[in-house]
Every structure is written in C-alpha cells, then in structure tokens.
C-alpha cells in the first residue's frame, strides 16, 4: 500500500469515528485540528496536525499553534508536544491519530498538571497621556460596555433625534369600565370613558 491510500483509509476511519464530534475538525485532506477537553476547561487545549506526503512512515506535524492555546506557557506546551513525540514514535509507521487523540484525551490532566495560565495585560493610554506623560492628565471614567442586543433594544425605542417618545414608559391601569392613563411622574392622570 502506498502512503496515499494509507492516508486516505486512516482519513476514512477518522471521519466516522468522529461524525458529529465537536472536538475533531478536518481542516484539510491532510491537516485536522483536534481539541482535548471541553470549551469551559481551562486545561483545554487544540492540537494542530498535519501529514507529511509520507506518512505514516514518517512522523505527523503536530503544533499548538492555535489561537485557543495562547493561554498556555510555552513550557506546557513543549512538554505537551514532547510526549506526544514519544507517542508518535511508539506508533510509528502505522494509522495513529486516533491512538494520540485518544491518549491526549486521557492523559490531558497529567499533560497540563503544571499549567499556570499565561495572562496578557493590555493597557490603553490616551493620546494626552501620552504627550504629558501621564502625570498630569485627568484619569477618564470608563463607560460600562454595552452588548448589541442592549445597543440594538435603545436604538429601536428612540427616534432619528435619539430622543424617546413621549409616553414610553406611561402605565395603563384599566378599572371598571374607565382607561386611566398615567405619567412617568405621577404627576398627571388622564381618564378615558
């Protein structure tokens, strides 16, 4: 058999072991990313893979390369990618992919047991604090964020002024036989028959 129809049998298998499974993704005839442990997991982490036109004679490319993974310190993911290189070697030769997601997924608590979670600052600075160092520039209140649905909810209730109509928030009080209809205040009450 020829590396190709190797690689076509074991993409074959890979494909319908892993139908419907949220963790494999082919990205490429030759190249699949596989995530080991759930999204919420902080232990989780994304293996990139990719044959050589000689594999499985010759050992898959296999990185961590991914943005998911940018929370890992580079000394968890060269221990990482060196056990799994123990791996690939014990099976070299022969379909492994299944056989290193899988030993990944078991193995995932030991492969992270160090893992500290690399924190990124980003400071934002303003471009008076920049021209005056800081020092003297006035500290800005930050606005709270707003998500689009809560942007999209007050841009549907005003008008092209930005203005809300009048009566948005009155309260209608229906009481026998009589529509009472009452300002925002309290201050005003108006009676319908």
């Known amino acids: 058999m020829t590396a190709n129809e190797d690689q076509e049998m074991e993409l074959e298998a ?24 759930d ?31 940018n929370r890992i310190s580079a000394d968890t993911k060269q221990l990482i990618l060196s056990k799994l290189e123990e791996q690939v ?34 400071t934002l600075t303003s471009s008076s604090e920049v021209m ?4 003297n520039a006035k500290k800005k209140e930050r606005k709270e964020q707003l998500t689009k649905s809560q942007k999209r909810r007050i841009i549907n209730r005003t008008d092209h002024k930005g203005e809300l ?3 948005w928030n009155w309260v209608d009080v229906i ?16 009676v319908v028959e």
């Open 39 to 69: 999204l919420e997991d902080k232990k989780a982490f994304i293996l990139d893979v990719a044959w050589p036109e000689t594999y499985p004679e010759t050992a898959p490319q296999i990185s961590l390369d991914a943005f998911f993974n």
């Open 14 to 37: 890979l494909l319908s072991i892993y139908e419907g499974d949220e963790c494999f993704k082919e990205i490429s005839p030759v190249s699949f990313q596989f995530r080991i442990g």
């Open 89 to 122: 070697e014990a099976n070299l030769g022969t379909a492994m992919m299944y056989t290193l997601f899988e030993w990944a997924k078991e193995n995932q608590e030991a492969l992270m047991e160090n893992h500290k979670p690399v924190v990124t600052a980003v």
């Open 165 to 167: 109509p009048r009566g």
């Open 132 to 135: 005056t160092g800081g020092s």
């Open 175 to 190: 009481k026998v036989g009589a529509f009472y209809v009452f300002s925002p205040l309290g201050d005003t009450c108006y």
